[in-house]
């Protein structure tokens, strides 16, 4: 039976806007003890959101991102702010960075990124019945809309611009949804 390690002297090493880094002590129910490092994200966590104009047709962005200092495709995704439901997150990023609401929500599955030494969570969240609707967000500059099929899904993940991980788990795991609906 798994029994979980006590966890001391919990200090935070840096803190940025986005991430504390934290150092701390790990004794295993063995004895053993390790010093470990994380990031310890601030905030509620996030949603990495699946819009699906029709029941073959996802739309997604192509959105700068820092880490890999080029344009890269994926989904729409966002923080959730303080008070926010992770589907009440979805329904106001999708309307800041697609132009498109959705009336039905659905929450598909918790994800973690490297959790060996990261705590954030995505909630991937399938939106379907879309209307239009905008709103102001954060981006810095507008982003680009594109269609994509999820019947051609296997050609998409390879496409050199998809390169994050949760957005091509996403990507699957509500092709299967949508074909068992």
Do not use: C
């Amino acid at each position: 039976m798994r029994k979980k390690p006590t966890l001391s002297n919990i200090q935070n090493i840096v803190t940025t806007r986005f991430f504390n880094i934290q150092s701390m002590e790990v004794e295993f129910s063995n004895g053993e003890q390790r010093q470990y490092e994380r990031l310890k994200p601030s905030g509620n966590g996030a949603v990495l959101v699946v819009p699906m104009l029709t029941d073959d047709t996802v739309l997604m962005i192509y959105e700068y991102s820092g880490g890999t200092d080029r344009y890269e495709l994926a989904l729409t995704k966002g923080k959730i702010d303080q008070g926010e439901t992770p589907i009440e997150a979805a329904n106001r990023e999708l309307i800041e960075e697609i132009g498109y609401g959705a009336n039905k929500l659905t929450f598909i599955k918790e994800m973690t990124i490297a959790p060996g030494y990261q705590s954030s969570i995505t909630y991937i969240i399938l939106a379907q019945d879309l209307y239009q609707d905008s709103a102001e967000g954060d981006e810095p500059e507008p982003l680009e809309v594109v269609e994509h099929q999820l019947s051609n899904l296997e050609a998409l993940v390879y496409n050199e611009d998809l390169t994050e991980a949760r957005s091509i788990a996403a990507l699957y795991m509500v092709r299967d949804v949508i074909n068992n609906q």
